[in-house]
């Protein structure tokens, strides 16, 4: 017998679902409350308390682009933090679904939807919602960056990283870290920090390229009471928080050049003078600083002051892009496989060949950071025990779909699928595979579906 526990707020303007649900959901649940809409929410909510949100995407509004369902899943999640909502979509919605579950989401069911699955999708959340306690766990962020350690891998270029990071790191000496997007310059900044002598102080990192020119020296150094018209209090800025620590300024070439000699004076004299104050405050530090771009060239250009590059290029590391260390690209993967599986309760233990080929296969222009989107989307809509090429999507298109060259028999075999897991829904089998309906009406013609 089915275990009966909890209670649940289902959220969806379809009567019929409703109904039907009500008549399900009290085999496995105590109580099982529905609204036709998100009007009610927030009373109910407070009344009812329930365990688990099965969340509809779409209303009736006349916009249908599933971004109410977003919207009022971050609402749940800031109001009760511990129940767990499950977002209920269509499957011309999944990529709106896909980015509920970055956003704290369960998990996600489509219509129409299998019974089982969505009784064990729903009792699942239930008993993580029940376990908390009144909690507030910590939630993993399930990516590389959030673990806090670097991945190595095999290859030469990060072997000879490695051996530097392990001189330098016990050390004071300013790095300046270069590399493209996505290569990982945020999570060595944190390696160096964390075998450092200053590791049992923060790490305060700034992205000096998203600070607004007129809030810069505010945010860097920070300002006195009555400074300007917003400044209510006093405010302590990155460089004093970094007190003792480190200070990581990653995309430091996007700084304004007449901004880049407030920033030079401060490392020298290493002391900070509060926007509007008059005191020099000394700050002891060490600086890390990261940037996509060429600063040799943007010397040259008269783009970066060349004083400044040579104040922060005491130890230079280069990371390598992902295509330049393709024997990491597989363990990589093996290793969001395992964070993500975990993070979207997902029953994965790895990938097969053809995967494995397909990634292998690609350039990875986003480098690290596009390898983890990828699986992690991977892993929220696999079925299976392990990822196949069929999984793998990249710029929003299957790497198994039928704009590649494949088989007869594995083209007619990816139609079938498509039309099953979407009902005959030819519209959404064909979006599945990333090609136009026109195309997709010619291959059912082609194998007489």
Partial sequence: MMKKSGKILVVDDNLGIRQALKILLPMCFDAVETIASPATLVSTLESFRPDVVLLDMNFNTSINTGNEGLYWAGEIKKMAPDVEVVLFTA?????????????????FIVKPW????????LTAARDKARKAMGCHPE???????SEGSMFWGTSPAMKAIRKTLDKIAPTDATVLITGENGTGKDVLAREIHAHSLRSERQMVAVDAGAITETLFESELFGHVKGAFTDAH???????????????????????????????LRVIQNRSVIRVGGSEARPVNIRLICATNMDLEALVREGRFREDLYYRINTVHIALPPLRERPED??????????????KYHRQL??????????????????NIRELQNVIEKAVILSEARTLTANDIQIDGASHSSLGREFLAEDEERLVRQAMDRTGGNISAAAKMLGVSRPTFYAKLKKYGL
């Avoid at 299998?114 to 999708?121: I, P, Q, R, Y």
């Avoid at 939630?139 to 960056?145: A, L, N, T």
């Fill in 91 to 107: 499957y011309a919605d999944i990529q709106l679904a896909v980015e509920g579950m970055k956003r704290g989401a369960f998990d």
């Fill in 114 to 121: 299998d019974n089982d699955k969505l009784v064990a999708t």
């Fill in 139 to 145: 939630r993993s962020e399930g990516s590389w960056e």
């Fill in 233 to 263: 209090t006093d405010h302590v800025g990155k460089f004093e928080q970094a007190d003792g620590g480190t200070l990581f300024l990653d995309e430091i070439g996007n700084i304004p050049l007449h901004l880049q000699a407030k920033l």
């Fill in 329 to 342: 690209i597989i363990p990589l993967a093996e290793r969001f496989i395992s964070e993500f599986a975990k």
């Fill in 349 to 366: 233990t790895g990938l097969d060949s053809g995967a494995a080929e397909v990634l292998k296969a690609q350039r990875w222009s986003g």
